[in-house]
């Protein structure tokens, strides 16, 4: 074989560093997280440690399995490998064991394995296989069909198993889209969404809805390049609210200013539509359905809320936003998480010197929170340098995807560089109180042999489609 054909000469080794060093880092801080002077030696395999030891070599060993698989099986059973994950998907939700009220592990001889890690990567393979077909073409209403399908099977099997959090994380395949040439007013809609879904908890309905008012005047404004045609507007909505409210008083009817507000906002659809195909702007549409949209998803926000969302996501939520401080009860993981990273001050305590590391403060400290014991104990100087570490895997990820000569492998590049990103940056913004506690893993870092051998799998494969990109031309 020569040596320009090899998978270990082609093989970016710069990945494949920084990802030994990632494993390394957070098989440490799993140590420091859960550290007792009864059980010292880091090689205890009783200890969660000494557990994350061996998962760690289980990882290196199916990491180097994945790179002697020829590249073009990938491409040939990526639908056959997104079947077969569903299938455990389903599986699981009838003989799974529950953990944290999640049914969501399979157990063979107390070794745990959660089928929802694995769908990160069939989901990734299935649908680089899908957007990378020859007749494929993304701005189709029906091609956008298929796309949401190939997401939303996997995602609504997880929360079933009551895990939302692990099912969040296929909304980032959005941005995998987008790069392949999604019309970009759908991230528009997408983001207009979660900030009315924001919006829609923080501000009273009326409030809000004079506000979407208001922004979509000034759109308006905007689009037609005119200060005049929305002064117009807006004395005209105030003109009639007034008279709706008029009429209201006189007749002793009793409308809520809620009530007065979306009449009013009806009759002035009405007149604005009409002006639209009197005078012929098309901007008139965009804004009509602009704030219909913003309408109806304010609207139904307070029932998705109430009504959908269990109490427990409830008061995480309520948390970050500030509407409820608990710091004993619900708020108490992120306040304990805030108090370890911030007394970590600027070079940290010291290896095994956290104090609220050491004596169990913080909960889930070696899983969903062990960022807070890097925080601690390494403080920000090991803080920032662990974030910089992450950042520089997802710009060698982008920077190797951008490299490839197939389609499908620079697809599923963006796919691996988008779910850690999601996993890194909303795992992070939680521990310091940023994110609701959703509990997501840190890659490579948090305890756990399943998101370890899944994040591994992830990344691993893409390793083997680049080792080949001279050869694969799909």
């Known amino acids: 074989m020569k040596k320009s054909n090899s998978i270990w000469f082609n093989l970016d080794w710069i990945t494949v560093l920084l990802y030994l060093i990632l494993v390394f880092l957070g098989w440490i801080n799993i140590y420091a997280a859960v550290y007792s002077d009864e059980h010292q030696s880091i090689l205890d395999i009783g200890q969660k440690y000494g557990k994350q030891l061996i998962w760690i070599f289980a990882g290196i060993f199916l990491a180097i399995m994945v790179l002697t698989i020829d590249s073009r099986f990938f491409t040939a059973f990526a639908y056959h490998i997104y079947g077969i994950t569903i ?170 200013p809620m009530q007065l507000i979306l009449i009013t906002t009806g009759i002035n659809a009405i007149l604005l539509m009409a002006y639209g195909i ?37 008061d995480r939520i309520d948390q970050v936003l500030g509407r409820k401080v608990d710091k004993l009860g619900k708020g108490y993981n992120v306040n304990q998480s805030k108090i370890a990273i911030g007394s970590g001050g600027f ?38 340098t662990v974030v910089g570490l992450f950042l520089l895997l997802l710009i060698r990820l982008v920077n190797v995807a951008e490299r490839q000569r197939s389609q499908f492998s620079r697809i599923y590049g963006y796919g691996v560089a988008c779910i850690l990103f999601f996993h890194i940056a909303i795992n992070v913004s939680m521990t310091i109180g940023l994110a609701p506690v959703i509990g997501i893993p840190l890659p490579f870092f948090s305890y756990g042999g399943s998101s370890l051998w899944a994040f591994t799998i992830l ?4 390793l083997r489609l680049d080792a080949s990109r001279t050869k694969n031309l799909r």
């Not at 050491?358 to 062990?370: A, C, H, L, R, W």
């Not at 990344?459 to 893409?462: E, G, M, N, T």
């Open 87 to 256: 299938l455990l998907l389903v599986a699981v939700l009838f003989l799974g064991k529950e953990v944290n009220g999640a049914r969501a592990w399979f157990e063979f001889g107390g070794i745990a394995l959660q089928p929802a890690e694995l769908g990160k990567f069939a989901t990734n393979l299935a649908l680089a296989k899908c957007i990378s077909q020859f007749d494929f073409k993304i701005q189709k209403i029906r091609s956008y069909i298929v796309l949401v399908g190939i997401i939303l099977v996997p995602a609504l099997l997880i929360i079933l198993q009551n895990d939302t959090g692990s099912a969040l994380v296929f909304a980032v395949f959005v941005f995998v889209f987008f790069r392949e040439g999604m019309n970009g007013m759908v991230l528009f809609w997408g983001f207009s969404a979660a900030a009315l879904f924001i919006l829609a908890l923080l501000l009273d309905q009326f409030d809000l809805t004079i506000f979407l008012l208001i922004i979509s005047l000034a759109a308006y404004g905007v689009l037609r390049q005119s200060v005049k045609e929305p002064m117009i507007g807006l004395g005209v909505i105030i003109g009639t609210f007034l008279t709706i409210w008029g009429i209201d008083s006189m007749a002793g009817l009793g409308g809520t």
């Open 278 to 314: 009197f005078k012929h702007v098309a901007e008139v549409w965009r804004i009509i359905l602009f704030f219909v949209f913003a309408v109806c998803i304010s609207v139904s926000v307070n029932y998705f809320y109430s009504h959908v969302m269990e109490p427990h996501q409830r």
């Open 347 to 384: 070079i940290g305590k010291g290896f095994l010197k956290g104090t609220q590391t050491k004596y169990n403060f913080v909960p889930e400290q070696s899983t969903d929170f062990i960022f807070c014991t890097v925080g601690e104990e390494w403080g920000f100087v090991g803080a920032t």
């Open 459 to 462: 990344l691993f494969i893409f």
